[in-house]
């Protein structure tokens, strides 16, 4: 007796399937995306990743150049509560790695 499509686990798709690879707005393809993880796996990841970055930025600006939380939100385009935020989350970083390890 054949097997049927019903025989399959609900995750595992066919080899006949028809798969098209139409990718997203990140990438023109899910198989050469660039993301360790798809967008649609983790929908929060974009704006994590994009608020880590801005993050970065802030504090390498206001170590080289010694800027002022002020200077340094409106340099960012951001709020002094948000620059604030990023200092705190900077300082809470090394701390969590070392709970990690």
Partial sequence: MG???TDLPWD?????????????EVS?????????????DDPGYLRRDARDRR???IMEARRRERLS?????RRFHVSERT???AMRRAREQPAQRKRAA
């Fill in 69 to 73: 939380v002020s200077q340094l939100a």
């Fill in 28 to 40: 023109r393809s899910c198989l050469r995306c660039p993301l360790p993880q798809c967008k649609h």
């Fill in 12 to 24: 595992i798709l066919p080899e006949s399937y028809p798969y098209r690879d139409e990718g997203c």
């Fill in 55 to 57: 993050d970065a930025r």
């Fill in 83 to 85: 620059v604030f935020r």
């Fill in 3 to 5: 097997r049927t499509n």
